[in-house]
């Protein structure tokens, strides 16, 4: 595609659910990150893959906050038992090759009733 | 660890002025890149500018250039000729050079830019 794609664009939720958000990178893009930005504050690092493999998930807040991108291309992630202070934009970016500038999505707001 | 402040923010800029916005960062690195990418309410992050740490020439795209200084650790941006569609959240952003091991950006509690009719 054109850009990086997110899937839903706003998320509702209520306390203890789970849910599962999508990230479509610009296609040939080897590298995909995710991002957690809470309100006006900068995005905050979550966890990163080259292709398939998911080389850095030291920003992943818990163990409820899991990342998987089995095919090296769609990424998903999810976040299980969902409280509160998990209401944040959560961003997804894609690069061609890691030294290379990441490409941002628009985004999914997370909002945890 | 690394960290990115920037300082200011809200700044406000006349239309056709030129306005600077901040950004200090801290590291024990010598190899790394420095960006400032721009966020307009649609939420999508929009890269502005990137400069890479060895390069001792200030990058420059159009009417957007950046000021390295390496020594002080500081990386502003300088906005020319304003428009009323440079309005938005800026963030500056730092990611260890390709040999670290991590690519992650490390970004600053950005600054809002407010550009004046």
């Known amino acids: 595609g054109a850009g990086v794609s997110q899937s839903p664009r706003y998320k509702v939720a209520k306390r203890g659910q789970d849910v599962a958000l999508r990230c479509d990178p610009i296609?040939?893009?080897?590298?995909l990150f995710w991002y957690q930005q809470a309100l006006g504050q900068g995005p905050e690092f979550l966890t990163y893959?080259?292709?398939?493999?998911?080389?850095?998930k030291s920003g992943l807040p818990s163990d409820r906050f899991f990342a998987e991108r089995p095919e090296g291309s769609v990424s998903t992630l999810k976040i299980q038992r969902t409280q509160q202070e998990d209401s944040a934009v959560y961003l997804c970016?894609?690069?061609?090759?890691?030294?290379?500038?990441?490409?941002f999505g628009d985004g999914t707001r997370l909002s945890i009733l | 660890a690394q960290t990115v402040t920037q300082s200011q923010p809200e700044m406000s800029v006349q239309e056709a002025e030129t306005v600077t916005l901040s950004c200090t960062y801290d590291?024990?690195?010598?190899?790394?890149?420095l960006f400032w990418y721009k966020q307009p309410p649609s939420r999508q992050m929009i890269l502005v500018i990137r400069?890479?740490?060895?390069?001792?020439q200030n990058a420059t795209e159009n009417r957007f250039s950046v000021n390295f200084q390496k020594a002080a650790k500081s990386f502003s941006l300088k906005i020319s000729d304003s428009q009323l569609g440079d309005a938005a959240m800026y963030f500056c952003?730092?990611?260890?050079?390709?040999?670290?091991?991590?690519?992650?950006?490390?970004f600053g509690t950005g600054t809002r830019l407010k550009v004046l009719a």
């Open positions: 970016a894609s690069s061609r090759r890691v030294d290379q500038p990441q490409h």
């Open positions: 296609s040939g893009h080897v590298s």
């Open positions: 893959f080259q292709n398939e493999a998911q080389l850095d």
């Open positions: 590291t024990s690195e010598s190899d790394y890149y």
């Open positions: 400069q890479e740490a060895y390069k001792q």
């Open positions: 952003a730092y990611q260890k050079g390709a040999t670290s091991g991590t690519y992650k950006y490390i």
